[in-house]
């Protein structure tokens, strides 16, 4: 494997164990847990647990006419309502440790893009300075080049996110005059 891309993998294992070593020893817990209740076997076991609460129920209330839950089952609602939260916080903390993966991700995404971007307008304006410097090669103005070979300026870009992101909100669609260059 070339060595940029060894290099790259190095990176990304090296910022996923460091994800994984930040975790304290409940938030492993919470994800193992969480992971286990994610299983099909998980709803094949909390659907027998049911049947048979009701079935338990349902021999004691004919053999002893007393069912210690009888219908509508108010202990098995509670338990599962407690269940139910329960594995939803379970949830909730698991998504929100891996959100800042996500978005160490995302911010490491970015910062290469904008990179590249820099990269080849430089590259560009390169081969443009090259085109015009080659005695062998016709010397021609290209406006697309010349702006091509401008590195995008992020304050506009970001500007024009927000604008984007403002009328998606609204509904309405005036973020490609800021992203053109028509202000606010």
């Not at 076997?41 to 049911?50: E, I, K």
Request: net charge negative; hydrophobic share 50%.
């Amino acid at each position: 494997m070339p060595d940029h891309l060894e290099e790259t993998v190095r990176t990304l294992e090296r910022m996923h164990a460091d994800h994984h070593a930040t975790a304290t020893r409940l938030d492993r817990w919470i994800d193992r847990l969480t992971a286990a209740v994610g299983q099909p076997a998980a709803v094949l076991a909390l659907t027998g647990l049911c049947v048979a609460w009701v079935g338990v129920n349902m021999v004691l209330a004919v053999g002893t006419g007393r069912a210690p839950d009888p219908p509508p089952y108010a202990a098995l609602q509670t338990v599962m309502a407690v269940a139910a939260l329960y594995v939803t916080l379970m949830i909730l903390a698991s998504q929100r440790r891996a959100a800042r993966l996500t978005f160490q991700r995302e911010q490491l995404t970015l910062e290469l893009v904008i990179l590249s971007e820099r990269k080849v307008a430089k590259i560009i304006a390169l081969l443009e300075e090259l085109r015009r410097d080659h005695p062998e090669l016709a010397d021609r103005i290209d406006e697309q080049a010349r702006a091509m070979a401008e590195p995008s300026d992020t304050e506009i870009m970001l500007e024009a996110a927000r604008a984007a992101a403002d009328d998606a909100a609204q509904g309405g669609g005036g973020a490609a005059a800021v992203a053109a260059g028509g202000g606010e």
